[in-house]
T-cell receptor
């Protein structure tokens, strides 16, 4: 059983479109994250949710909007896609209560903007 | 702000040999955690090993071990008996003990294993 699953794995779309990436975890974790990995492989936190509440919102354009319907899901919606949004987006989850635990990552979504 | 530095963009090791990947970090916190993640070409992020800052003993997981020097803020990864499957990007990551929980990653070291 996949612990953290994100869909789709690949997303190719044109500039200006709106797209969503879905993420689900079946580990019972209370915190979920979105990271962006750029073309140089640098990974950086975008958002973090703890029990459906936003706790981290790094300097990410307003075009990116996370939504957490419940603590097992954290979706990422992106409006008006730009060329610079091309990257691999990783969803992750961890258990925060009792101290930070290792984060479990999804397989990533490669977003390519034409 | 916390930072993580991996000074070796690329490393190479002969199969069955030992290699050490370096990582330094900067923080003013006393309660934190350090991790090494492996990212093979399949792009999965796989946890290799973790170390709690309050533990003096270096963490070990089979062929993987760390040399944690808290005063020097150094956290190197040693891979013994290197195997072809160890070829990957390796990321050092820092996580604080506070409420936020996100990881701060180094820029990664690409490890090649020669047969």
């Amino acid at each position: 059983d996949t612990a953290v699953s994100q869909t789709p794995k690949y997303l190719v779309t044109q500039m200006g479109n709106d797209k969503s990436i879905k993420c689900e975890q079946n580990l019972g974790h209370d915190t979920m994250y979105w990271y962006k990995q750029d073309s140089k492989k640098f990974l950086k936190i975008m958002f973090s949710y703890n029990n459906k509440e936003l706790i981290i919102n790094e300097t990410v354009p307003n075009r990116f909007s996370p939504k957490s319907p419940d603590k097992a899901h954290l979706n990422l919606h992106i409006n008006s896609l730009e060329l610079g949004d091309s990257a691999v987006y990783f969803c992750a989850s961890s258990q925060r209560t009792g101290g930070p635990q290792p984060q479990h990552f999804g397989d990533g979504t490669r977003l390519s903007i034409l | 702000a916390q930072t993580v530095t991996q000074s070796q963009p690329e490393m190479s090791v002969q199969e069955a040999e030992t290699v050490t990947l370096s990582c330094t970090y900067d923080t003013s916190e006393s309660d934190y955690y350090l991790f090494w993640y492996k990212q093979p070409p399949s792009r999965q992020m796989i946890l290799v090993i973790r170390q709690e800052a309050y533990k003096q003993q270096n963490a070990t997981e089979n062929r993987f071990s760390v040399n944690f020097q808290k005063a020097a803020k150094s956290f190197s990864l040693k891979i013994s008996d290197s195997q072809l499957g160890d070829a990957a990007m390796y990321f050092c990551a820092y996580g604080d003990g506070g409420s936020q929980g996100n990881l701060i990653f180094g820029k990664g070291t690409k490890l090649s294993v020669k047969p």
